[in-house]
C-alpha cells in the first residue's frame, strides 16, 4: 500500500464517521500490512518522554528497524502477534494512595499508536463535546472554559469514578466497539492488548481480566470510548430534564421595586428613597426557587467529571444516585463515595482539574457583598503551586526562595532555561483566573531561587548576581556549532487578569474541525549519522531526555545533546560500537 493510499483511507473512514456518527466500520485490521502505518506511528511517539522507556522484556523504541516492521506485518498476516506482558510501576498521587503505571516494550508501542490512530479516525469526529480528555485541541483549559459559563449554577457534583482505568470491563468495551467496529480480527487485537497481563515490580507475571493499563498509547482513547455512555447519558439528562425558559419573577422584589419607583415619581425625601432602593438591592429580582426553573450542566476530562445544577438540593442528591446506579449497572464502574461531593457553589468552594471553582464576586473587590452575583470564576490554586515549588528545592515552607542545589553543576543558560520551564509551566495556563495577580509571588519566588543558585553556582552574593546579569538574569554564551545565543528569565511584565482567555479557548475549540495529521517521513532511509555508509540498513539510535540522563555523558549522548537531536540513524556496525559505548568523541565527526 503505498503511502498516498494508506492516508486516503484513514481519511475515508474520518470522513465517513463524520457524517455518519453511526457508521460501522469494517475491513481495518488490513491496514496493519501497511509499512507506512508502522512509520506513521513512530513518528508520533518517538518524542515522547517514555519513547526510550523498556517494557518487562527490557526493550524500548531504541533500535527501531525495518526488521521490526518486517516481523510485524508477518505476524499480523498470520495473526501469531501476541503483545509481551508490561512491566509495572508505582507513583505516588496527591491522596498519598499510590497509581499503577504500566510500561510496554518497543514493537507492543507501535502497535498500540498504530490502534490508537485508526479508532481515532472512526471514533473522534463522533465523541460528545462534553467531553475534554486525551482529545486533539482540548486540554483542562478547555473543559475549565465550559465551566466558567455556567452562570447562575447553585449545586456542584464533584465525581471521582474509583479505579476507573484498573475496572474497565473487556466484554463491556468489545460490545461497545461492535457497534462500529465489524471487523473481528481487528477486536481480537484490542482484546490481546487488554488481556496481555504485566509483571509487578517483584517480577511475578499478573493476567488482566479487567483494567485498561495506564501508559499503554491506546488506553486514552478506549477509556474515551468507554466513558462515552455516560456523556450520552448525562446528554440525555440535560436534554429530558432541563426546564423552563427563565425563572418567574420574585413578587417580593417587585413589590419593592413599585415603592421604589413611586416615591421616585411622587417626589419623596431622599432619605426614604435611599431605603426603599436598599430594601430593593438586597432582594433577588427573580424567584431562586422556582419549581418549574431547573438547568443541568456537564463536562468530564478523563475519569474526573462535574455536574453544576440550578436545582434543589434533593435533585442533586437524586441525580447523583443516578449517575451512580448508571456507572454499576451499564459500565461495571463505581462512583467514589468519598469524593463524589455535593457542594453549594455560593457557600464553598470547588477543586476541579487543578482550578478552584466559585460562584460570586471577587474578593476584595466593590461587589464583593453583592449576595445574588451569580458568575461562575476561576481560580488558580496558589497553595497547589507553591507546594509544586517546594518539592523542587525551590523554596522553603514559608515560601522563602532558596537556591537549587541539584543545578549547581549545570552552566548558567542551563539553570535560567530550567526556571523559565518552572514558571512557564506554572503560570502559562493561569492568565485568565480572577486571582492571577498572586502570580507575581510565584514568579518572584521563581526568580531569586534561579538567582540564588547562580549565586551558590559562582560563590558571589544576590547583589552581584543581578548587577553581573541584570533582573531579568540574562546569560550570553555560545552554542555547540558556536553561534551566539542569549537565554533570560521569561517573566512577566503584568500579572493583570486576561479577561477573555477562557472565552478564547472555548471558541478555539468550538470551531475545531478534526484533521489529523500524518508524519509520513521515513528516518530508516537516512544514511548512518556517523559513517555516512549509503548501502547498509540503519536502527534510530535513542537518548532518554536530558532531565533523566546522568552525567557524565558518553561521547555519543554528548554529540546528540550538542545537535539537538534525541534519535538518529546508526549502522549496524556503529548502532553496536555506540551501545557498547566504544566510540571516543573525537571519531563522532559525521563525514
Not at 188 to 196: G, P, S
Request: hydrophobic content about 35%; charged content about 25%.
Amino acid at each position: 500500500m503505498e503511502q498516498s493510499k494508506l492516508v486516503e483511507r484513514l481519511e475515508g473512514y474520518r470522513r465517513r464517521n463524520s457524517a455518519n456518527h453511526c457508521y460501522v466500520n469494517g475491513d481495518l485490521y488490513r491496514l496493519f500490512y501497511s509499512r507506512d502505518l508502522y512509520i506513521i506511528a513512530y513518528n508520533s511517539v518517538k518524542s515522547n518522554a517514555g519513547a526510550e522507556t523498556s517494557g518487562a522484556d527490557g526493550t524500548s523504541l531504541h533500535g527501531f528497524c525495518e526488521e521490526w516492521i518486517t516481523e510485524l506485518i508477518a505476524s499480523m498476516r498470520d495473526e501469531s502477534y501476541q503483545p509481551q506482558p508490561n512491566r509495572t510501576t508505582m507513583i505516588p498521587k496527591r491522596n498519598g494512595k499510590m497509581r499503577k503505571l504500566s510500561f510496554p516494550n518497543g514493537k507492543d508501542k507501535l502497535v498500540q499508536e498504530a490502534t490508537r490512530i485508526i479508532l481515532e479516525c472512526i471514533y473522534e469526529p463522533t465523541f460528545s463535546n462534553l467531553s475534554h480528555g486525551f482529545r486533539p485541541k482540548r486540554s483542562t483549559q478547555s473543559a475549565i472554559a465550559e465551566v466558567e459559563t455556567w452562570k447562575g449554577t447553585i449545586w456542584f457534583i464533584e465525581g471521582d469514578i474509583s479505579a476507573c482505568f484498573d475496572e474497565i470491563d473487556h466484554r463491556t468495551l468489545e460490545t461497545m466497539l461492535h457497534e462500529r467496529i465489524s471487523d473481528e480480527r481487528f477486536i481480537r487485537l484490542i482484546n490481546k492488548i487488554l488481556k496481555a497481563g504485566y509483571f509487578d515490580m517483584q517480577h511475578i507475571y499478573h493476567g488482566t481480566k479487567t483494567g485498561n493499563a495506564q501508559g499503554s498509547c491506546c488506553s486514552p482513547i478506549l477509556c474515551n470510548i468507554y466513558l462515552d455512555k455516560l456523556d450520552r447519558f448525562m446528554e440525555s439528562i440535560i436534554e429530558t430534564e432541563t426546564l423552563g425558559g427563565y425563572r418567574r419573577q420574585n413578587p417580593d422584589y417587585a413589590k419593592a421595586r413599585y415603592l421604589y419607583k413611586k416615591a421616585l415619581s411622587n417626589g419623596n425625601d431622599p432619605k426614604t428613597i435611599k431605603h426603599l432602593k436598599s430594601e430593593m438591592e438586597n432582594l433577588s429580582s427573580s424567584d431562586r426557587f422556582d419549581p418549574n426553573f431547573r438547568r443541568v450542566r456537564y463536562v468530564r476530562y478523563a475519569d474526573d467529571f462535574l455536574v453544576g445544577l440550578i436545582a434543589p438540593k434533593a435533585y442533586a442528591i437524586a441525580l447523583k444516585q443516578k449517575i451512580k446506579e448508571f456507572l454499576k449497572n451499564e459500565l461495571c464502574l463505581r462512583l467514589s463515595d468519598e469524593k463524589t461531593k455535593i457542594t453549594h457553589a455560593t457557600d464553598n468552594d470547588v477543586s476541579f482539574l487543578g482550578y478552584i471553582i466559585r460562584k460570586g464576586a471577587v474578593k476584595h473587590s466593590k461587589f464583593q457583598n453583592n449576595p445574588f452575583d451569580s458568575t461562575i470564576r476561576v481560580y488558580m490554586n496558589t497553595d497547589g503551586i507553591l507546594k509544586k515549588l517546594r518539592e523542587n528545592g525551590m523554596c522553603k515552607g514559608n515560601g522563602y526562595p532558596i537556591g537549587i542545589t541539584r543545578l549547581l553543576r549545570e552552566s548558567p543558560e542551563e539553570i535560567i532555561k530550567y526556571g523559565n520551564q518552572v514558571l512557564r509551566g506554572l503560570l502559562t495556563q493561569q492568565r485568565g483566573c480572577s486571582n492571577f495577580y498572586e502570580g507575581s509571588r510565584i514568579q518572584y519566588i521563581a526568580q531569586f531561587s534561579i538567582a540564588k543558585t547562580l549565586a551558590r553556582k559562582f560563590d558571589i552574593s544576590l547583589k552581584k548576581v543581578f548587577a553581573r546579569y541584570g533582573k531579568a538574569l540574562m546569560v550570553n554564551y555560545q552554542n555547540a556549532k558556536g553561534k551566539a545565543c542569549s537565554v533570560r528569565m521569561a517573566l512577566y511584565k503584568s500579572f493583570a487578569r486576561q479577561k477573555k482567555f477562557f472565552a478564547n479557548i472555548k471558541l478555539a475549540v468550538k470551531s475545531f474541525i478534526f484533521l489529523p495529521e500524518y508524519n509520513l517521513m521515513n528516518p530508516l532511509v537516512r544514511v548512518c549519522y556517523i559513517c555516512g555508509s549509503p548501502h547498509s540498513n540503519v536502527s534510530m539510535y535513542h537518548r532518554k531526555t536530558k532531565k533523566k540522563l546522568v552525567k557524565p555523558y558518553s561521547p555519543i549522548v554528548t554529540v546528540m545533546l550538542a545537535i539537538n537531536r534525541r534519535q538518529i540513524p546508526l549502522c549496524t556496525h556503529c548502532f553496536a560500537n555506540a551501545d557498547a559505548d566504544r566510540f571516543q568523541l573525537n571519531q563522532l565527526k559525521r563525514r
